[in-house]
């Protein structure tokens, strides 16, 4: 199992020891960029802050340590959030 199989399906933010979905929350998966696959736990996110979308701290980003990944909820489909570039 590679590093990217081994990313999917996780909680992003999560401990790494117990980053496996949850019962009775709900999830969007992320789409492309340094987070591919990963999920981002929206359960208490508004319409409105899901229709934001999301700047997650990532060292694994174009801007390494310090840098964060940009990702927008799909039109038409809140269940994903494409990448839509990196920031410092």
């Given at each position: 199992?590679?590093?990217?199989e081994?990313?999917?399906g996780?909680v992003y933010?999560a401990d790494?020891?117990d980053?496996a979905?949850?019962?009775?929350?709900?999830?969007?998966?992320?789409?492309?960029?340094?987070?591919d696959?990963?999920?981002?736990?929206?359960?208490?996110w508004?319409?409105q802050?899901?229709?934001?979308?999301?700047?997650?701290?990532?060292?694994?980003?174009?801007?390494?340590?310090?840098g964060?990944?940009?990702?927008?909820?799909?039109?038409?489909?809140w269940?994903?959030?494409?990448?839509?570039?990196d920031?410092a």
């Amino acid at each position: 199992m590679d590093e990217l199989e081994f990313m999917r399906g996780r909680v992003y933010g999560a401990d790494h020891d117990d980053a496996a979905p949850r019962p009775g929350r709900v999830y969007a998966q992320l789409v492309g960029g340094p987070l591919d696959g990963l999920l981002l736990d929206v359960t208490d996110w508004s319409t409105q802050q899901r229709a934001d979308g999301a700047a997650l701290p990532t060292e694994i980003g174009r801007y390494g340590p310090g840098g964060r990944a940009l990702y927008g909820q799909r039109p038409g489909d809140w269940r994903y959030f494409d990448w839509e570039g990196d920031t410092a």
